[in-house]
């Protein structure tokens, strides 16, 4: 969200007035977050010329306070090759992309109260929203309705969830909470291992200090689908000291969590990681040594 709203400043400060910026910015700013909101409640992605000017009608100053042709300057700035809006039709409009409309819309709904948010939040429509939302607003009742409904085998819910942690800010009060019961599922018997490695993922994704102290504690776990899946969420986190990990991951009894370890040497993408699996390439069991191969060549000029 910081990132789209630094972006969305600077296209609409290039192509301000220093004399109008003041009104100008803030039409242009309440203009796109209405429409946006609109069209996701509709459950639309196309607007009319109309509706955009009759936005901006509503956003401007009273006519005696603003510049003559103030609808049209704003309107021509949202449409014109640097707005971020697009024409689809003739006098039909869509947003340059729909992370735009997302994000735009999840502003709007800091102003409500999070409990009204309920009716969409099972809406995959509007998942891109709820990302957004998890960064900029009060989150905690919405994850409470969310973890009450059961989740399916793969766990969708929790991984959504994980997707919710990794925006939020490190002081949402649920944050913690919600990261404990992620580690648990993660833990348990029984989990499918491709759903358990998505797991890992969504683990890792949340960018949670001391996630990766967690994976690396994982891989001591006697399960070895735990272990698997443990190495592979590693590699998104790990850094250059926790080498050691998959150099063990690599000697593992189990199969299954070698090959994992040579595919999360090639995620990791170090020049350390690379010069690892050239070793499995050269001198590794005959079992690695085609699946090192495989992720050389995934790891650019280098690894080819």
């Not at 409009?93 to 939040?121: I, S």
């Amino acid at each position: 969200a910081a990132l789209f709203g630094r972006a969305l400043d600077l296209l609409l400060e290039e192509q301000a007035n220093q004399e109008e910026a003041p009104w100008w910015l803030a039409a242009c700013h309440a203009a796109l977050g209405q429409v946006a909101l609109e069209l996701q409640q509709g459950g639309h992605s196309v607007v009319s010329g109309e509706e955009i000017e009759a936005v901006i009608e509503s956003a401007l100053p009273p006519h005696e306070e603003r510049p003559v042709r103030a609808v049209n300057r704003v309107f021509q700035a949202l449409t014109g090759d640097r707005g971020l809006f697009r024409a689809v039709g003739s006098n039909r409009y869509a947003f340059v992309h729909p992370l735009w409309q997302a994000y735009l819309a999840a502003r709007q709904l800091v102003a409500f109260e999070p409990d009204t948010l309920v009716e969409w939040l099972e809406d995959p429509q509007w998942s891109d929203v709820f990302r957004f939302y998890a960064e900029l607003g009060d989150m905690r009742p919405l994850v409470e309705v969310w973890l009450r409904t059961p989740d399916d085998v793969f766990y969708t819910r929790l991984c959504t969830l994980g997707a919710w942690i990794g925006a939020a800010p490190e002081d949402a009060a649920w944050r913690e909470g919600a990261m404990a019961i992620l580690a648990r599922v993660f833990l348990q018997a029984h989990t499918h291992a491709p759903t358990r490695r998505a797991l890992a993922e969504a683990l890792a994704a949340t960018d949670v200090p001391g996630v990766a102290y967690f994976l690396k504690q994982a891989l001591k776990r006697p399960e070895a689908e735990v272990r698997s899946a443990a190495v592979l969420g590693l590699s998104r986190v790990a850094q250059e000291a926790d080498l050691p990990a998959f150099e063990e991951a690599l000697a593992d009894e189990d199969a299954s969590v070698r090959e994992a370890a040579v595919q999360a040497l090639g995620r990791l993408g170090t020049d350390a990681a690379k010069r690892r699996l050239a070793i499995v390439l050269l001198e590794g069991a005959d079992d690695l040594r085609p699946v090192a191969a495989a992720v050389l060549a995934r790891c650019g000029e280098e690894g080819v």
